[in-house]
């Protein structure tokens, strides 16, 4: 099914961004470039928890960690000079991934983000920036967080950047925009002009320096996801009016 395209006017000024991420790299990945061409934007990680008990797990054993203690204290630290590399700050919250056993409810994570606006929102205008929740289970969950503050009307408008490697997954995109479609929202392409100011050459030069400041996930990952290297897509989100 196609998602529902609409023509929406782009937003005439930006002041910053506040982008969602639902793990310590997953913001850089997919919209590492737009980041970059926003100075003093904020991110906010997802899952940036500690279970309360150390867990070990095939992912953080490729990363070259012991345990989850070690993995999630090593992280943010990552997460931090990557971000500072794309002139972004970090805000976290204490949700634990799904790869050490936890599962938290869309609405959960949804009433959690609409704090964070508020908060945020009290220092001045911002842009919501959601990933689209594609393939992996704390995506998808923070996919449906975001189309459940749009149509109950609690953000009015969001940007979505489509998730990096999960997106190059046959039909995974598909997915996610028909899950928009299902949900009764419109999805139209976006494209910044912050984009267009920045020398895009440089921009990729930055953001490959920001992803190479995740040692531990290229570790895993084995080599630089093709995916990462690739363009950056955005679309707009709205309720269908
Ligand atoms: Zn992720």
Known sequence: MKPHFAALAAPRRIPHLVVVSPHLDDAVLGCGSL?????????????????AVARRTP????SGFRDSHEAMRARPREDECALACCGAKPLRLKF?????????PPE?????LAEVFERVGQHGRFL??????????DHECVGAACRLLLRT????ECIAYEDAIFRAIPGALDEGLARIEAALLCASPWHPHALDASPGRQLAALKRRAVGAYPSQL?????????VARAERYWRLAPRS
């Open 128 to 137: 919501p920036v959601f990933p689209l929740g594609l393939w992996h289970r």
């Open 108 to 112: 959960t994570i949804a009433a959690a």
């Open 96 to 104: 634990v991934d799904a790869q050490y056993g936890a599962e938290e």
């Open 35 to 51: 980041l970059a061409s926003f100075g003093g934007s904020v991110v906010c990680t997802v899952f940036a928890g500690e279970p």
């Open 59 to 62: 992912w953080d054993e490729a």
């Open 153 to 156: 009307r609690r953000i009015a």
């Open 219 to 227: 570790r895993a990952f084995g080599h630089y996801p093709p995916d």
